[in-house]
């Protein structure tokens, strides 16, 4: 057996598995990383039809490795993670499944719990950065009654299947799983538990806004601008210190004219958008994300954050 050199060690810790590659969060991490000097193993899942992939492709980036890698295929996890010391993971619906449903929450956990397994298999897996949603936290009853939402917090399932939240529901349980196997296979995990993705591809269709009223009127409904969501992850990633779960936003919608201009988003070009809102009742924020705003501090003078 060779023994392994100084180099390869180097190797193998600036080589990291982005998976699903294939997604706007996904396919920005990738981009990102090989701007930062990384190896990147792009896991794809959906048979590599995205647009952002077949650029960096093109122009054949030493850096860049694809796969094509399905969660309910062992090996092909495997083969994406191999020589691999971390590991950013976001699950996006299969092609077959294109929408959120009661079924959808199954695929999820048994991804999450492939995905995780996989990497507890590997010699050189040190982090997993896990992407989430803030709709893994913000569910439950008598919410009124609830202090300001945290990290601390979940939603609550069976809440969620009375009220059919999916996305919610899928979250959770995918989250969970993967806390639980992590801790149980002694994996180091972060989670972050995103707010809303704005970007050209958000649609009125987006199951996270499925009770969007509701969060509003809770002072919960909250968005993330993609390149900020994706600083955040490889900032968590690179800190040894990072741990547990970050809410992640940097916009809260609880005015009139916030709610206005996120409904003009989700509005297609052809349809004529709202351009007032008669309630103008300003809502009271009510979720923080304190703890990611205290990492996120030390970061301000580096290049990341720029």
Known sequence: ??????????????????????????????????????????????????????????????????????????????????????????????????????????????????????????????????TSSVTAVIWRENRKSTPDFDERNWSDVNFCRKFKLWHALSKTLAEKTAWALAMDRELTMVTINAGLVLGPELSITNPYLKGAAEMYEDGVLVTVDLKFLVDTHICVYEDVSSYGRYLCFNHVINRPEDAVKLAQMLTPASASPPESCEDTRIFEQRISNEKLNKFMMEFRGESIME
Do not use: W
């Open 1 to 130: 057996m060779e023994t392994a050199t100084f180099d390869d060690y180097t190797t193998i810790s600036r080589t990291v598995c982005v998976m699903d590659a294939s997604g706007p969060l996904g396919s920005s991490l990738v981009d990102r990383l090989l701007q930062r000097g990384y190896i990147v193993h792009a896991a794809l899942q959906n048979h590599g039809d995205s647009q952002p992939m077949k650029r960096l492709c093109i122009e054949n980036n030493k850096n860049l490795k694809t796969f094509h890698s399905d969660p309910f295929d062992f090996h092909s996890l495997m083969d994406a993670l191999k020589g691999c010391s971390g590991l950013f993971y976001s699950f996006e619906p299969p092609h077959d499944q294109p929408t959120f449903d009661e079924f959808m929450a199954d695929v999820e956990v048994r991804a999450a719990h492939n995905v995780l397994e996989a990497c507890s298999q590997t010699d050189t897996i040190d982090k997993v950065v896990f």
